[in-house]
T-cell receptor, first 111, second 116 residues
Framework: GQNIDQPTEMTATEGAIVQINCTYQ??????LFWYQQHAGEAPTFLSY????GLEEKGRFSSFLSRSKGYSYLLLKELQMKDSASYLC????????????FGKGTTLSVSS | DSGVTQTPKHLITATGQRVTLRCSPR?????VYWYQQSLDQGLQFLIH???????AKGNILERFSAQQFPDLHSELNLSSLELGDSALYFC???????????????FGPGTRLTVL
């Protein structure tokens, strides 16, 4: 089975940097995804990590350590529109290609 | 816009009733996934279809069933509805549904089901 933990809420100010952590426990890790979800809308794909290290994509970066069961999403130069829920999801070999989601971190960005 | 469409957008019904939710995947995607999102549980995987065949089941109740048709659209059927079934139901599609590579899932806008 899986256990995915993320902080429930975070706050930050415009222009700042924020790091959202995710820890997971799984017996057959096969990739970790980050999605962004604005209230009442569909989750949208942000990043994918399957090997250890940092993946950078514009203002967003995601890091993975498989030995520690740990990932983080780094958001730079925060904008008001980044206020959303950020979902960490893990794919397990034995579960096929379905994603197992954490409960998400609600980020509030203020001016 | 992800290219995944879902109908209806909203659905209000009574306990004990049956409803059907519809999903059309992105052009070229063979896999369809169904997820349920409630306030207390977060996004929960229900079922995965690949090219018409069931591939995996998650936390799907026996009262719920799904199928994927030859044109690759999918329907999720919910029966004997209970108050606790009120939630957002998302479908997502991906190209393959294979275990290699990211095979990113793209989500539709969801159907908000309210059971009164």
């Amino acid at each position: 089975g899986q256990n995915i933990d993320q902080p429930t809420e975070m706050t930050a100010t415009e222009g700042a940097i924020v790091q959202i952590n995710c820890t997971y426990q799984t017996s057959g890790f096969n990739g970790l995804f980050w999605y962004q979800q604005h209230a009442g809308e569909a989750p949208t794909f942000l990043s994918y990590n399957v090997l250890d290290g940092l993946e950078e994509k514009g203002r967003f970066s995601s890091f993975l350590s498989r030995s520690k069961g740990y990932s983080y999403l780094l958001l730079k130069e925060l904008q008001m529109k980044d206020s959303a829920s950020y979902l960490c999801a893990v794919r397990e070999i034995q579960a096929g290609t379905a994603l197992i989601f954490g409960k998400g971190t609600t980020l509030s960005v203020s001016s | 816009d992800s290219g995944v469409t879902q109908t209806p957008k909203h659905l209000i019904t009574a306990t004990g009733q049956r409803v059907t939710l519809r999903c059309s995947p992105r052009s070229g995607d063979l896999s369809v996934y169904w997820y349920q999102q409630s306030l207390d549980q977060g996004l929960q995987f229900l079922i995965h279809y690949y090219n018409g065949e069931e591939r995996a089941k998650g936390n799907i109740l026996e009262r719920f069933s799904a199928q994927q048709f030859p044109d690759l659209h999918s329907e999720l059927n919910l029966s004997s509805l209970e108050l606790g079934d009120s939630a957002l139901y998302f479908c997502a599609s991906s190209v393959e549904g294979s275990k290699g590579g990211p095979d990113t899932q793209y989500f539709g806008p969801g159907t908000r089901l309210t059971v009164l």
